[in-house]
């Protein structure tokens, strides 16, 4: 008899810490990292692009209610990518950007360790990039900003009662580039529709604390 009362309440207690994970007032803190690469080819222009991105990004958010938490995180991105065409000479381009991003997620877990969370964000970006070849031709530097809306999805699992990792999983989004150029291009608009499925790895590492 007393060992199934010591059941009924380790089983209570391990629940209890679980869903507290994701309770009103819990807090998450921690940070994400994520590399990509993407090519693709230019008809008309015999060109191949590659490109490589690094990216590592702090993030903290609060649980507003049940399973659904708020927050804000900063980020830091490298992207370099090396045009190949007929020409013998290749183009490099180097792009670092700084960051800034809200967000707002809805979590949906079995038995409150292992699932997904979506919802909206928007994020401001600034941009430096640079252009170079052995030619010196085609040498330029350009500033832009932009301004990206979307909803995103990640598969979450709580490996313990204090720690969560969250993968990415899809992103669709919306993006408004403005960019100023050093050469004749001058300034530019532009505006992307942008969807992803497992086309990157982002893995981010949490603390849960605070409840």
């Given at each position: 008899m007393n060992k199934h009362i010591v059941a009924i309440v380790l089983c209570f207690?391990?629940?209890k810490n679980a869903s507290a994970q994701t309770e009103k007032g819990s807090q998450n803190l921690g940070a994400s990292f994520g590399i990509s690469t993407t090519t693709y080819t230019t008809e008309g222009y015999d060109s191949k692009t590659k490109g490589t991105s690094y990216n590592i990004s702090p993030n903290y958010s609060y649980f507003i209610a049940d399973k659904l938490d708020i927050g804000t995180s900063l980020g830091f991105n490298r992207v370099v990518s090396t045009v190949k065409n007929s020409n013998p000479t290749n183009i490099k381009q180097i792009n670092r950007e700084?960051?800034?991003?809200?967000?707002l997620r809805k979590y949906f877990l079995y038995n409150n360790k292992i699932g997904i969370r979506t919802g909206p964000y928007f994020t401001y970006t600034h941009?430096?990039?640079?252009t170079t070849n052995a030619d010196a031709i085609y040498n330029s530097n350009y500033k832009s900003n932009y301004y990206r809306g979307g909803v995103n999805l990640d598969f979450v699992y709580y490996p313990t009662t204090n720690?969560?990792?969250?993968?990415g999983i899809a992103d669709i989004s919306y993006i408004h580039e403005k960019a100023e150029a050093s050469n004749s291009l001058g300034a530019a608009n532009s505006n992307t529709f942008n969807l992803r499925f497992m086309d990157n790895l982002s893995l981010s590492i949490f603390y849960v604390f605070g409840k």
């Open positions: 207690i391990a629940f700084l960051s800034a991003s809200v967000f941009n430096k990039s640079g720690i969560g990792l969250a993968a």
